[in-house]
């Protein structure tokens, strides 16, 4: 046992001067796995995966490493430490390779062998929070990030990533969200004064507007939305500045810098640094595109950046920010009533609160594929992470009562999160009526394929919004749900924008009686596709340049 101590004192101090090569050596030869004490198997593991060169092999001998020091002693400290470590290895492992085999339930059961050691455990919550992301089950990681809370034992990240999740929630009211938001705003850290540089009154010449945001990147389906204003707005009168989070830029990213005035990237910089680079550019508004999700900065806001500051977009509710003054929003998504749920001031647009700047390739009317197929056709190309098991309840009454009818989802890249999918459908007994599609690596041909859908089933409480205005696009109808707050209606103000009420269900019930009516009335659907297709780009869905006079007339009042 004295030797052991002694190993771990020698081997701790190499491990701090980063040696870790020399920790493997040292444990390696000294010791074998049965001496080991779970210190000196979290200390390999940890040596073997701290250098940069990450692969397979390594990580899957650390995860032994790991899984040996656990179990060796279960409820101590050390052993605690190993298990969250085998955890995050583990999950590290499934995603650097996407065809590993790996049964999430070994973590499950280990975990739960020594839960109660681990309730204030801040790097188990974590970890368990990480597997039940790629489990796609929002319940149980909303529950480790509340551990984390109530153990005081959180920061910024864990916040938002709680606040972002409780949209998956249909039990959370707005209240909810808007107490939480208040609750976040008091945890974040303000900088102080001295460390800032003052935001200038001058005025600008130009109305300068600066929108930020980590995820300017190919593929990401806010560039869509961001895209009709940057290429629309009047450059007489205003003046852009796009102001990067992005830690790597691809070529859409240059296409973006091309739109607009002027782009920093502020990736690099610690908060201080950050807040009084932007501050220097005099912004009389900075938009938000991120809220609490992606890579955000939500606590550059707090200690405000710009004259005005706005979140649009990215996160579908109140930040809870007291120096967030605006959120953008229209008619359909906060009542009047509601406004006291938010912090933000609400910007009413006329009609829609974002719009598609639409595809480059000319659009082409289909017939429905059910008259060739002979049977009916569903999709939803959402994130799983939307598809829970109230949603496939009532997507599973639907193939139960409409003969043959099938339903094809988009596969996602995560293989856990499709056999919970399987499994839920599985239990409601409509397995054999689902069809997992990949998803293409061109676009244009994860385009196409809603061409082999007759209408697309939107997601609840959690709505679809890429995916809706892209079936629109390609002329397929959408079904929704009305909701309770802004990230549970924006179904809803799809819908309505392009005239298509009847296709807004009040409840699960009347979601599935609608498709079974559009299933039993031909002429009604066929007219229903029709309809779509020819208005879609006439509605404000797609209508770039009103909505954007729409967008900067709004922004102009708020600076006037």
Known sequence: MVLIQKLELETTELFKQKEYSKVVFEISSKTNEEERSSFLCNLLGLSRISNDNKNKNLLSIAINDFKSGFLKEKNTIQSIDCLANFITTSVLLIDLEKNYEFNFSEIINFYKLSEKFCINHRPINLAMAMVYRRLNDPKKLILHFSRLIEAKKFNSNDLCNYGYWQCFN??????????????????????????????????????????????????????YFLKTILSNYEKSKFEIILVLSNSKEDKLTNNFKNLVDKTINISQLNNVNAINQVRELNLDILVDLMGYTSTHRIELFKSRMAKKQIIWMGYCNTTGLKNMDYIISDLNLINREEEKFYTEKVIYLPKIWNTHCGFDFERKENSPPFFKK???????????????????????????????????LKTSKRQHAQDRIKELFKKNEVLDSIRFSEREEVFENHLNAYNEIDIA???????????????????VPVITMAGY????????????????????AKDENDYVQKIINLSDNHDEYTNLRKFVFTNALKSPLFDNQDYSKNFFEALEQIVK
């Open 485 to 504: 707050n802004f990230n549970s209606r924006c179904g809803e103000s799809i819908n309505k924008n392009l005239g298509m009420e009847q296709l807004i």
């Open 457 to 475: 089933l939107d997601t609840f409480p959690y709505n679809g919004v890429t995916t809706s205005f892209e079936a629109i696009w390609m002329g």
């Open 374 to 408: 002979k049977f009916f056709t569903f999709g939803s190309f959402n994130s799983f992470d939307k598809i829970n098991s109230d949603v496939v309840s009532c997507w599973s009454n639907i193939l139960k009562k409409i003969s043959n009818s099938k339903l094809v």
């Open 170 to 223: 249909k039990d959370w009211k707005q209240s909810d969200f808007f107490n939480f938001g208040k609750f976040l705003d008091q945890n974040l850290k303000e900088i102080p004064h001295n460390q800032l540089v003052e935001i200038s009154k001058e005025p600008n010449s130009k109305i300068r507007i600066g929108f930020l945001s980590s995820d300017i990147l190919s593929g990401h389906s806010i560039t």
